[in-house]
């Protein structure tokens, strides 16, 4: 049984409105495939792509929140494990609404979901490709949800977190950026900081397949300080990697080879989620290096901030991303807007499509960076060739292969 979960009672207006209604938007969000479902199918398969659209529409519109909670509510907001259960509760969506999905898509009854109702029929390519996008976008922001687990100090919730990541092949990002990406990032030993001028397909493919090589190598480092080889089960690399073919060949066992485009399009999907992110939150930020070859501790200047409210349900307040890393600790119910941090021109449900269009991308973002260049306290970092030449003489210039 859990124990008694509520709300912090004195909550008001004090806190952010993520602070106060959590992860309920993104778990009434993961509803949708099934809500589809009910509502006769067809073209309400996609239902969830309108949603997310109407969300990106809305964001903009609604706006920014850009309250921090009180310093003396803090530590009540940190130790109330409402705000645990709340985020556990999107493993058992991001393991039924795949399942669920899959039997749909596969047209494979199962008798957990005839229980309750759920109806079997072939289903037309429009329908195929609906619920397949919906599954996409409901189960990869569970990234998002599971970045946060990850990240908490205690053993059971970090479990939760990789867990949440198996059905998205995603679990490797545990190592990575708890092990590498906190300790180097705005540095170039991170794979996850971008530098001006860097398009971001080229990114994306560099990124992606680096951060889980280095994903195994900061395991390999950890045992051999130990004394161990990296073969060996106290490998954390290794426990995932089982998990996730354990959970794959579930799949096959219960939906046939057809698993393998559905399941490699759930890998795909959260994959590029997260280089989009990447890529826009450490932008050409870069710290400066001391003369030991040591770099100075991480200020909020060496993220992109964001607080707009629809994207900040989505993504659980990491687009407070500042505070993410100036105080990596910080749960996501107290992380705060940072004053000295730069800030992106639009919320993450829109800048993070607009990193999909380079040109795009340069126009809106190069003036804005550009200016923080020249206002910050900032080291900026970039490829050879693109910065303006007012900048070259205290850049670091990236050795990208």
């Not at 049984?1 to 992860?23: D, F, G, H």
């Not at 954390?236 to 399941?263: D, N, R």
């Not at 190069?366 to 910050?376: K, L, N, Q």
């Not at 970039?382 to 050795?399: N, Y």
Request: glycine share 4%; hydrophobic share 45%.
């Amino acid at each position: 049984m859990l124990p008694t979960v509520n709300a912090p009672e004195n909550i008001k207006r004090k806190v952010s409105i993520v602070t106060r209604y959590t992860t309920i938007p993104i778990l009434l969000f993961a509803t949708t495939p099934v809500i589809a479902h009910f509502l006769g199918g067809g073209y309400w398969y996609w239902l969830t792509v309108v949603a997310f659209v109407i969300c990106m529409i809305l964001d903009p519109i609604v706006g920014d929140d850009p309250i921090n909670a009180p310093a003396e509510m803090e530590q009540e907001l940190e130790q109330s494990l409402f705000y645990r259960f709340m985020l556990w509760l999107y493993i058992p969506v991001q393991f039924l609404i795949t399942l669920f999905a899959y039997s749909l898509l596969t047209n494979t009854p199962m008798d957990m979901f005839t229980a309750l109702g759920v109806s079997y029929q072939p289903l037309n390519p429009l329908e195929i490709i609906g619920l397949a996008i919906s599954l996409g976008l409901v189960t990869g922001f569970g990234a998002t949800p599971a970045h946060e687990l990850c990240h908490h100090g205690n053993a059971f919730d970090r479990f939760m977190g990789q867990a949440l990541l198996t059905p998205i092949s995603m679990a490797d990002f545990y190592v990575y950026h708890n092990f590498h990406h906190h300790l180097t990032v705005a540095t170039p030993d991170d794979h996850a900081t971008a530098p001006y001028g860097e398009n971001f397909w080229r990114f994306a493919l560099r990124s992606t397949i680096r951060k889980s090589i280095c994903a195994w190598q900061v395991e390999a480092k950890r045992l051999t300080k130990k004394g161990l080889s990296w073969l060996n089960l106290d490998n954390k690399m290794i426990k995932i990697t089982v998990a996730q073919v354990a959970w794959f060949s579930l799949l096959v066992y219960l939906f046939g080879w057809i698993s393998l485009p559905l399941f490699i399009m759930q890998y795909i999907f959260p994959r590029m989620l997260l280089a989009t992110a990447d890529f826009a939150e450490h932008y050409g930020l870069m710290r400066k290096q001391n003369p030991d070859g040591s770099y100075e501790k991480i200020r909020p200047e060496h993220a992109w901030d964001d607080s707009m409210i629809i994207s900040s349900f989505f993504m659980c307040q990491i687009d407070r991303h500042s505070d993410h890393h100036a105080n990596v600790g910080r749960p996501y119910q107290v992380l705060r807007v940072m004053d000295k941090a730069p800030r992106l021109p639009l919320g993450y449900l829109n800048i993070l499509f607009v990193t999909l269009v380079p040109p795009l991308w340069r126009k809106i973002m190069h003036p804005i960076i550009e200016e923080f260049y020249d206002t910050a306290d900032i080291v900026p970092y970039a490829l050879p060739g693109t910065l303006p030449e007012r900048f070259v003489e205290r850049a670091v210039i990236a050795d990208i292969k």
